[in-house]
């Protein structure tokens, strides 16, 4: 079982910038994909980022493409999102997820633990 644990979330200007952080224990940290959700008021939790197991290839979801970035550390344990010229509909709850399955992104769908997720407001 894995416990996922979210920091760095807070209020920024338009245009600024967070870099979220994910610790991760309890599982082979470096054999799964980690992943990116979030969730604004009154709408569907949607996919933001994905990062294979050895970092090698990065998803993105077409909102965010060219503005954030999903890195991770395996000698830390540790998935990371620096988020970019943010915009007020980056306003949401940032969850990180890790996949069901091993090495290899098999779609938003394959994400089976959550952390608690860390609130991101992003004001006008």
């Known amino acids: 079982q894995v416990q996922l644990v979210e920091s760095g979330g807070g209020l920024v200007q338009a245009g600024g910038s967070l870099r979220l952080s994910c610790a991760a224990s309890?599982?082979?940290?470096?054999?799964?994909?980690m992943g990116w959700f979030r969730q604004a008021p009154g709408k569907e939790r949607e996919f933001v980022a994905a990062i294979t197991w050895g970092g090698r290839s990065t998803y993105y979801a077409d909102s965010v493409k060219g503005r954030f970035i999903i890195s991770r550390d395996n000698a830390k344990n540790t998935v990371y999102l620096q988020m970019n010229s943010l915009k007020p509909e980056d306003t949401a709850v940032y969850y990180c997820?890790?996949?069901?399955?091993?090495?290899?992104?098999?779609?938003?769908?394959?994400?089976?633990?959550w952390g608690q997720g860390t609130q991101v407001t992003v004001s006008s």
């Open positions: 997820a890790q996949s069901s399955g091993t090495y290899y992104y098999r779609g938003p769908g394959d994400f089976g633990s």
């Open positions: 309890g599982r082979t940290f470096s054999s799964y994909v």
